[in-house]
C-alpha cells in the first residue's frame, strides 16, 4: 500500500483519484479482462477460461464468469494494495490501477490470500452468485498455472524494493479516451518520488508495446500452458510477459 504522501503524488494530475473496492470495480474489471467486439481480452484470462467460452467475448454468461473470477482475485489482493481510478465525462468509472509497494516479490500466494479468496468465495456462494462455469476444473488447473507463471516471473525479475503494478483495466467502451494512460503516468510519478522500479506482468504484444511506450523494459517472458489440455487450445501461444521501469530522476522525467 502507498504512503499518504506518494497517494498525494499519484493524484496530483489527470483527475486521478483513490478509489476503494466495490461492485462498480469488479464490473469494470470483468468487462474490461473478458473482452468484447472492440477490444482484446486479457489473454491469461482468455486462456484460462478455456474453448468453452471463446466464442462472443461479451456475451453476458462469460462477462459473469470474468466478474466472478476478477472478483476473487480483488479479494485477495486489495488489502494490501492501493487502488486508483479516474471517471468519465457521466462520473461513470471509467479506468482503475492497482498498486503495492514491495520490498521484494513474494514466492507464492502468501496464505492470508487464500483466506481471502475462499472467504469472498463463501459470501457470494452465500448469496447465490455463483455463475455458470465456475466449477469447471480445468478451469481453475489453468488458474494455477497462470498465477503459477506470474509468481515465477516476479520473483525472478523484482527481487529489490519495487511498486507492482498488478492491475490496470480500463471500460471497454470508453478505450482510447487516455483514461489507462493517465493512470499509468500517475503511477510513474510514484515511482519518479520513491526512486523505485515498476514492476508489472502482460499477456499479448499489444500491452507489451504499450507499457515499452511508456518506458518498461522487456526483462522476461513465460508461455501459458497445461500439460493434458483440450487438444488444439489455445488456437494461438500465449505469452505473459515480465516488464520493468527503471525509476528517473524528476527533471529528466518531465
Known amino acids: 500500500m502507498l504512503s499518504a504522501s506518494l497517494c498525494d503524488v499519484a493524484t496530483s494530475e489527470g483527475n486521478v483519484r483513490r478509489i476503494k473496492w466495490t461492485r462498480e470495480v469488479e464490473a469494470l474489471l470483468g468487462r474490461s479482462f473478458s473482452g468484447?467486439?472492440?477490444?482484446?481480452?486479457e489473454w491469461g484470462v482468455h486462456w484460462t477460461m478455456?474453448?468453452?467460452?471463446?466464442?462472443?467475448?461479451?456475451?453476458?454468461?462469460?462477462?459473469?464468469l470474468s466478474i466472478f473470477l476478477h472478483g476473487l482475485a480483488l479479494a485477495a489482493k486489495v488489502p494490501e494494495s492501493t487502488m486508483l481510478g479516474v471517471r468519465g465525462a457521466g462520473d461513470e468509472l471509467a479506468a482503475f490501477?492497482?498498486?503495492?509497494?514491495?520490498?521484494?516479490?513474494?514466492?507464492?500466494?502468501p496464505a492470508v490470500e487464500v483466506l481471502r479468496i475462499m472467504r469472498s468465495f463463501a459470501a457470494r456462494a452465500l448469496r447465490c452468485r455463483l455463475p455458470s462455469g465456475w466449477n469447471d476444473g480445468a478451469l481453475f488447473r489453468r488458474g494455477d498455472a497462470v498465477a503459477a507463471a506470474m509468481d515465477a516471473l516476479h520473483a525472478t525479475h523484482a527481487d529489490?524494493?519495487?511498486?507492482?503494478?498488478s492491475t490496470i483495466a480500463a471500460d471497454p467502451t470508453l478505450q482510447g479516451q487516455g483514461h489507462g494512460g493517465r493512470l499509468i503516468r500517475a503511477v510513474l510519478r510514484v515511482a519518479?518520488?520513491?526512486?523505485?522500479?515498476?514492476?508489472?506482468?502482460?499477456?499479448?504484444?499489444?500491452l507489451k508495446g504499450l507499457y515499452a511506450h511508456f518506458g518498461f523494459?522487456?526483462?522476461g517472458e513465460a508461455p501459458l500452458e497445461m500439460k493434458?489440455?483440450?487438444?488444439?487450445?489455445?488456437?494461438?501461444?500465449?505469452?505473459?510477459?515480465?516488464?520493468?521501469?527503471?525509476?528517473?530522476?524528476?527533471?529528466?522525467?518531465?
Do not use: F, N
Not at 50 to 64: F, I, Q, S, T
Not at 237 to 254: C, E, G, L
Open 160 to 165: 529489490r524494493k519495487h511498486l507492482y503494478l
Open 217 to 219: 523494459e522487456l526483462v
Open 192 to 206: 519518479d518520488a520513491a526512486g523505485l522500479p515498476i514492476y508489472l506482468e502482460c499477456g499479448g504484444e499489444r
Open 228 to 254: 493434458g489440455d483440450v487438444d488444439g487450445w489455445p488456437t494461438h501461444p500465449i505469452v505473459y510477459y515480465a516488464m520493468v521501469r527503471p525509476p528517473q530522476s524528476t527533471a529528466a522525467a518531465k
Open 97 to 109: 490501477a492497482l498498486v503495492q509497494e514491495l520490498e521484494r516479490a513474494p514466492a507464492a500466494m
Open 50 to 64: 478455456g474453448p468453452k467460452w471463446a466464442g462472443d467475448l461479451d456475451r453476458p454468461a462469460r462477462v459473469a
Open 36 to 41: 468484447s467486439k472492440t477490444s482484446d481480452p
